[in-house]
């Protein structure tokens, strides 16, 4: 798992009622890995036969059983070694379009799904590492080219449409447009964050791609799934109610069971069975975005883990089990049950960024939790940290749960 997860202490806490020892394989050197090496192993993870090798020679000293990717920077690296290690896994290919917006809409075309048209921003590899003036140099020719194509030629852009990095999670650099100022404006702040996350370390091969999509009116469902052998065992459909429209998409309210009626539940479902046996996964947490409307289910966006932030804590199970038990008892092939109908009724609310700036306080903490069904009220950074809204932030304030 990365330095950054939110997810740390919940696998942590999964395992320790299982009784299960597990060892953290992470991109950040910790404090006592000599004290205790098997409890951590520093791995890069875009260096998958380096990171290969390490975790190959770190189970000659200490067996591993199972593989799990808590995060999207994990995915690829989980599937490369459970295949080394002779380890229930995912294919490499299968995950490879879940780390690349681009790569899945063109999986998802190939296997005639329902999914937004698409289009490539070009701007050349090795753009992000060019001075300032060659980057938008090329940024205009870019964009004025894809403006050439009008909505009458069957390749053309027709607005609304959505502009987004091909590689960044958590709606981070995803806006849509209207018109052509606004298409202009949406890819120069696009490329502005491709060349800060490139030159923070968290640039990839597809830095130099602005995906354009067709703008999918309709209503939003999130989809939680484990995946075993190929079979898609959903565990909760989560109903999005408020309209998720643009110009950005930050994600504000999850609730479930979802109040969809339950021919579109099932709809959603398979779907998303189509699109993951499209992709060839097989093993391990699956979360899936879609829209339905009056033209059917399109997939928006499906990732070879579990939901982002504290989000999973939404989910409780027989017996207070958490989603990540769940996904832990899964690796491990301990019984589960994987009904959808095992949860109890919940929701959440990710706490937004109104505007940038330093975060001092958060007044009304206690009043919140003191309100019928809270259950909890969790702050996820601290006083005295700078904060950005979308599309330029990646992260929220805190998450509040209800059950």
Request: glycine letters at 8%; a negative charge.
């Amino acid at each position: 798992m990365p330095s950054t997860t939110y997810h740390a202490s919940d696998f942590v806490q999964a395992a320790a009622r299982l009784s299960v020892t597990i060892t953290v394989g992470t991109d950040g050197q910790q404090a006592l890995q000599k004290i205790a090496p098997e409890s951590t192993i520093t791995l890069d993870f875009k260096d998958l036969v380096g990171a290969c090798d390490r975790v190959e020679e770190f189970h000659r000293r200490f067996p591993i059983d199972a593989v799990v990717a808590t995060d999207d920077e994990t995915t690829v690296l989980a599937a490369a070694v459970g295949e080394a290690l002779g380890l229930a896994h995912n294919p490499v290919e299968a995950v490879l379009p879940t780390r690349s917006k681009l790569t899945l809409r063109r999986a998802l075309y190939d296997a005639r799904l329902p999914s937004p048209g698409y289009q490539v921003i070009d701007l050349a590899p090795g753009f992000t590492s060019q001075c300032k003036e060659e980057r938008i140099s090329r940024l205009g020719t870019a964009v004025q080219e894809a403006l050439k194509c009008t909505a009458n030629s069957v390749d053309g852009i027709s607005f609304p449409c959505v502009l987004k990095p091909t590689f960044l999670s958590a709606s981070r650099g995803v806006i849509r447009v209207d018109d052509t100022g606004s298409f202009r404006q949406a890819a120069r702040r696009i490329a502005d964050i491709l060349h800060e996350e490139s030159a923070a370390g968290g640039g990839s091969n597809e830095s130099h791609l602005i995906l354009v999509e067709d703008y999918v009116p309709g209503v939003e469902y999130a989809i939680e799934a484990i995946i075993t052998k190929g079979s898609v065992h959903p565990v909760a459909i989560f109903d999005k109610p408020d309209p998720l429209e643009g110009p950005y998409f930050e994600e504000t309210i999850y609730v479930t069971p979802s109040r969809a009626c339950m021919e579109a539940q099932r709809e959603i479902v398979t779907t998303v069975e189509k699109a993951v046996a499209a992709l060839g996964l097989r093993e391990g947490p699956m979360h899936a975005e879609v829209r339905v409307n009056q033209d059917g289910v399109h997939i928006i966006d499906l990732a070879a883990r579990a939901m982002g932030g504290l989000c999973p804590r939404v989910l409780k199970f027989d017996n207070s089990v958490s989603l990540e038990e769940l996904i832990l008892r899964h690796a491990l092939s301990m019984t589960c049950d994987l009904s959808p109908q095992n949860h109890r009724a919940g929701g959440i609310m990710m706490l937004p960024i109104p505007t940038a700036g330093v975060f001092r306080r958060a007044h009304g903490v206690n009043a919140a939790r003191g309100c019928q069904a809270i259950s909890e009220v969790t702050l996820t950074i601290n006083p005295g940290q700078r904060v950005r809204p979308l599309p330029e932030g990646n992260r929220y304030l805190g998450f509040i749960f209800a059950h």
